[in-house]
């Protein structure tokens, strides 16, 4: 069903209420109207239609919000033992599931994702992911250490939390971008400035209010909301920070790490963009193959970092692989993710709308064929047809750049050399995910070593776990997020050195 209106949504009491609030900025434990008083609309990107309100802060708002995470990294958060760290994440976990209703209808609303995945993963992960990271406040140690330097030593080393840290994500997850974020910091001890996207700012403010009814001290967390270009350079350039984790386009990405660089040489994280490969071998599993390629490239209408949106198939499978992946493509429902049975939901602006249509038209002007979809769906509202294009390769836009929306380029092989596949694979300057269908552990696993990508799945596309490190080769990033190797990212290591004799 398209061209719905706000109205033909049922809303439980609590979203109701929730979007009728006047939303301010999370400063130093109170909502407050920006410095300026200017507000911003938010929008369902299924209607089109208005659904609230937030504060738009400036530079002088982030500000506010710095000192205000400075005085509690000092004071408050600083007296919390990790013990108390852990259970205050362990109840933040608690409260995302007891308000999990609102919170999902929130991230539908907002994100255009369909309810029942917002519902039924999105809360799962996030409370999952402050429950994993509550188990790791009370495990942050450093080492002792045997110097060969002349004299007695007792030497050993400090891992401290790095301070204040500006946070900054994408509006594809913006729970679980926030939920990444938020609780490994939180676990290893230090205290935050998040900047949600600016269209999708909703469930990261309601977040932030239960981390306080979970006893968060006021200060630790801070929101501001607004636009990347005004206070997301008011973070990265604010002296007052120690260090930025952000999750974004690489081309924002590099920005961002200049700035960081010339400003305090603050340290720096980067989850950026992918263009991830997919390499189905014919001894592998079809009908499971499928439907993962499937689900990689279509979930939450292609807007996904780690989309499996370059298909490289065997040449004896090809033909059946990909018209079963466009009979699935057919068959998915579009509409709006708030009203039962949708597949997908829309985009999340008319630019993006906008750049993946072009996108799909510029295949089409450079040769690519199109197997299934490639329309734009309704009046209103961002719906775009899943789409697989054929006849594609390197050179080709399609190819090439991400597109971030539900499109897929499938393209044959029949070489039996892996050192050839997986330079087809690694013809990419991204490096964030990719996946190998195939029975043969020898080829999945000498695969999985020549695969330039952060995660490489056998048989899944995706792992989403919160134990398992995720991040970038190349220019899909700095860092890794999840596991405990998130912990290097909030912390640092002070060596001591004590002379005994
Ligand atoms: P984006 O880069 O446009 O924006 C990301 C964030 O950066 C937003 O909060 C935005 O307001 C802010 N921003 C914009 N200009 C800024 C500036 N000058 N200084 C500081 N902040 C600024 O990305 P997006 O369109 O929101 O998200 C889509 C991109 O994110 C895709 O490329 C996708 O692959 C990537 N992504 C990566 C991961 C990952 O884990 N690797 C996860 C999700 C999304």
Redesign the pocket.
């Known amino acids: 069903m398209l061209d719905v209106t706000f109205k033909d949504y049922l809303l439980t009491p609590a979203t109701a209420a929730y979007l009728a609030r006047q939303h301010g900025l999370m400063i130093d434990g109170q909502s407050v109207a920006a410095l300026s008083g200017k507000r911003k609309a938010i929008y369902d990107p299924a209607s089109e239609e208005e659904i609230t309100t937030v504060a738009e802060s400036g530079a002088e708002d982030v500000d506010l919000a710095v000192r205000a995470a400075r005085a509690a990294f000092e004071g408050a958060w600083a007296k919390v033992t990790p013990s108390q760290r852990g259970r205050i994440l362990n109840r933040i976990a608690d409260l995302i599931e007891a308000n999990g209703d609102e919170l999902a209808e929130l991230e539908c609303l907002n994100s255009g994702k369909p309810l029942q995945f917002c519902r039924n993963v999105d809360i799962y992960g996030v409370a999952d992911m402050f429950r994993y990271m509550a188990g790791w406040a009370t495990k942050i140690t450093g080492d002792t250490h045997n110097p060969s330097m002349p004299g007695e030593w007792h030497a050993y080393t400090l891992r401290q939390p790095v301070g204040v840290v500006g946070q900054?994500?994408?509006?594809?997850?913006p729970m679980n971008?926030a939920a990444w974020k938020i609780a490994p910091a939180l676990a290893a001890g230090c205290t935050i400035v998040l900047?949600?996207?600016?269209a999708t700012p909703l469930t990261a403010l309601r977040i932030a209010e239960l981390a306080l009814e979970a006893g968060l001290p006021a200060g630790v967390l801070n929101v501001v909301t607004g636009?990347?270009?005004i206070i997301?350079?008011a973070?990265?350039n604010h002296p007052g920070i120690d260090k930025v984790a952000?999750?974004?386009?690489?081309?924002?990405?590099k920005?961002?790490a200049r700035?960081c660089v010339s400003s305090n040489l603050k340290k720096v994280s980067l989850?950026?963009?992918?263009k991830s490969p997919v390499i189905v071998f014919p001894d592998a599993d079809i009908d499971a193959a499928v439907a993962g390629i499937a689900g990689s490239i279509f979930f939450h209408a292609g807007?996904?970092?780690?989309a499996g949106s370059r298909l490289y198939v065997h040449d004896k499978v090809y033909d059946r692989v990909v018209e079963a992946v466009a009979a699935r493509a057919k068959a998915l429902k579009v509409g709006p993710g708030m009203l039962p049975g949708h597949d997908l939901g829309p985009v999340i602006s008319r630019a993006q709308h906008e750049s993946v249509m072009s996108y799909i038209e510029k295949g089409r002007g450079e040769g690519a064929e199109v197997v299934t979809g490639g329309r734009s769906l309704g009046q209103k509202g961002y719906f775009i047809e899943p789409t697989v294009l054929a006849n594609t390769g390197p050179g080709m836009t399609v190819h090439d750049e991400?597109i971030?929306g539900p499109v897929l380029c499938a393209m044959r092989f029949d070489e039996e050399d892996l050192a050839g596949i997986a330079a087809r694979a690694n013809a990419s300057p991204y490096g964030?995910s990719s996946s190998v269908w195939t029975r043969d552990i020898s080829v999945a696993h000498r695969l999985a070593k020549m695969i330039q990508s952060g995660i490489v799945n056998v048989n899944a596309h995706t792992s989403p776990d919160a134990s398992l490190p995720?991040?970038?080769y190349k220019q899909?990033?700095w860092g890794r997020?999840r596991g405990a190797e998130v912990l290097d990212l909030y912390t640092q290591i002070k060596a001591v050195a004590v002379k005994l004799a």
């Open positions: 900054i994500l994408p509006w594809n997850f971008m900047k949600p996207a600016e636009k990347g270009s997301g350079d973070i990265t952000f999750t974004g386009s690489t081309e924002v990405g920005h961002i700035s989850e950026l963009g992918g807007q996904v970092c780690a991400e971030f964030l995720y991040g970038g899909s990033g997020e």
